[in-house]
């Protein structure tokens, strides 16, 4: 079993940065990847961001290189995703998600999820 604690949410404008953090608790599961999604009203949830929890190694959806930067922190079991140059499409729930595997991007890769923080970007 993991535990996700999101934060770092919020009300922002277009062009403004934002960074989320998602402290993980676990003594009993190995977690080889943890990601970052995010859910838009209306819309399904979709694969951001994740890193490989052993070597750091990330890997991003198209829309965001170059914009998100997803980080680890193994001391502190937390993974943080740094959004630069926020668009109103954007704005979504974000949701952490933890992983046994390496290289999912599917929501159904991911055995482990927060709650989820909200973003939302004005314009």
């Known amino acids: 079993q993991v535990q996700l604690v999101e934060s770092g949410g919020g009300l922002v404008q277009a062009g403004d940065s934002l960074r989320l953090s998602c402290a993980a608790s676990?003594?009993?599961?190995?977690?080889?990847?943890m990601g970052w999604f995010r859910q838009a009203p209306g819309k399904e949830r979709e694969f951001v961001a994740a890193?490989?929890?052993?070597?750091?190694?990330?890997y991003y959806r198209d829309s965001v290189k170059g914009q998100f930067t997803i980080s680890r922190d193994k001391a502190k079991m937390t993974v943080y995703l740094q959004m630069n140059s926020l668009t109103p499409e954007g704005t979504a729930v974000y949701y952490c998600?933890?992983?046994?595997?390496?290289?999912?991007?599917?929501?159904?890769?991911?055995?482990?999820w927060g709650q989820g923080t909200r973003v939302t970007v004005s314009s």
């Open positions: 998600a933890a992983s046994g595997r390496l290289g999912g991007v599917r929501v159904a890769d991911f055995a482990f």
């Open positions: 676990t003594r009993t599961f190995s977690i080889a990847a």
């Open positions: 890193i490989n929890w052993s070597d750091g190694a990330p």
